[in-house]
């Protein structure tokens, strides 16, 4: 059923047969003579919206097919007095990415005024598959990010203000009908232009030029060629091969402008860049370019920051731009290579957004995202929102920990008591499995199950490990979560057992899992042992480590070089074990570790903190230089200064 406003739209499209990576073009005029002008739309997989040939509202929220968002965007600022052309054009995915659920390549909107319908969709609105787009070209710059894509103006006719009908004809009316709700949190804003200033022609003949530091936005080329020429964009986060790393692996950090002879201007409002450095490929030279990005900025208002030394404001500072990098549609893991929303990250970066931004609708709108995961499995899927069939298992485990912070900075009841449910059937999944191995979970074993739990031998999942017995992360954060669980049922006054259920998880833990000699705990029951500071920090923090134990333990997580040192992304849990156990001690600790971490990040001068320690040179030279995951410092500056 359509939602008030929207009782007169159709969901349309240019054909009766789209296929994946394919662009639509929709045109109305309408008559205008004041007032407001509100256009409600939703569209599978992206828009962008002209009024008069100037861009005015852009980005789907990335939602499911079963849970369907509109935008409402007032336009009469746009409108002129007398006949207006409303164009849209409408970006269709068709294939998944670790951003996108699957739908049907489809349109729905309604302009409303003061007196009426103004423009709607249907029947009368004209249609056509773009131009200017290269349609089906399916060409992905990541398996994570999905398309890049290629546009030619040379084939501009001016359809955007009524110029032509060439190749129109009446859109197709779909019989389909979704759920819709209004958008749960703020649209994007574009600023204004960061412009690429020109550093060097390099030695295959590139152009390079440089934002100043990283940036998440839309690509804008302005040039003048002796001729009409195709030009691919590279971009990336830094030069450590003197240009542009375009080509790791299978990813491509690249899109394709065709350019007319002369002067061509041309804005794409549909994939976001994040890069610091842009590198145009020309046919024949130029002779004239200018690259800039239009920050796509989500609207916080940054609250004052601790008192910190100068080098702690400026990891501060870093952090708290990566974060803002980070937040679209969604959280972002990275905006260069993934653009994906998981539970893990995003458990960071709403913790720190506490502090920093101190609002609290975006988390929600984040953690509502997730919670309409549905997955035959039970568990949640990778990324959010996601077709993928990788799971994470730990991930849905730190799902729990977000939501009851999420509640304790927030004191949205109302919220939790409508996700109950989800976070009830998720508990369920994992408790079912403690019988099989006397009371303690062993990984998840077939191949969709991904038991990752960060970025070091032993822990990222691979398959060499022997999954087929308990190992100790995940029990311990089953327990975190059971405890989590417990103070949001507490909390809505729900009647629960689960702190027996963590009593004797945490008596299985210490039982099976410490090893006496060592006062240590390893990280799985197997005959050979290994012994990792994460594993470790989690045994002290879901209760597993007696008292004076716990004191042994953090001594050697912080002084035993023969632990596998813990990762960038879960150095937290290290930093929260250490304070629980003793707080003055350890203050100075985390305070000089985060200066020993995260000073290279801010002399490399992107603005941003990393992914882990190596930088770009991880994951064979993949690694990402703006990670929301990282931007821990600010949480830590706030509760230690």
Known sequence: MLTKGLDQAKWIWCNDAPKADEYGEFYHHFHWQGGKAELLISADSDYAVYLNGTLCAFGQYHDYPYDKVYDAVELSAYCRRGKNHLAIIVWYYGNGNMSYYPGNAALLFQLNGERGVLSVSGTETLARMSRTYQNHRQKKITSQLGYGFAYDTTRE????????????????????????????????????PRKGAFLKTTANGHLLYDLGANTVGFLRLEVSSPQAQALTVSYGEHIADEGVRRIIGKRDFSVEITVRQGQTVYLNPFRRLGCRYLEVAAETPLSACALSLLPTVYPVEELPPPPLTQQEQEIYDICVNTLRLCMHEHYEDCPWREQALYCMDSRNQMLCGYYAFGETAFPRANLELISKDHRPDGLLSICCPSREPLAIPSFSLHYFTECAEYLRYSGDKDFLRQIYPKLQSILRLFLSRLAENGGLISPFPNAEHWNFYEWRPGLDGKKEIDISVPDLPLNALLSLALQQMAKIADNLGIPNDYAASVAQLNKNIA???????????????????????????????????????????????TGDPSLTPISLSMQCF????????????????????????????????????????????????????????????????????
């Open 157 to 192: 006719d001016g359809w955007m203000l009524g110029e032509t009908s060439d190749g129109f004809a009446p859109a197709v009316v779909l019989s389909q009908s979704l759920p819709l709700r209004p958008r749960p949190c703020q649209k994007l804003q574009l600023e204004l």
């Open 511 to 557: 039982n099976r899992f410490f090893d006496n000699k060592k006062q240590l705990y390893f990280d799985r029951l197997t005959a050979e042992k290994s012994y990792s500071v994460l594993g470790n920090a989690l045994a002290v923090l879901c209760g597993a480590v007696d008292p004076s134990t716990a004191r042994t333990v953090c001594e050697k997580m």
């Open 574 to 641: 290290l930093f929260d074990a250490c304070l629980a156990v003793d707080f003055e001690r350890y203050r100075p600790y985390v305070l000089e570790k985060i200066q020993e971490t995260y000073r290279p990040m801010v002399k490399l001068g992107l603005g941003t903190v990393w992914e882990t320690e190596l930088g770009e040179r991880d994951f064979h030279n993949a690694g990402s230089l703006c990670h929301g995951w990282s931007a821990m410092p600010i949480y830590y500056y706030h509760i230690l200064k």
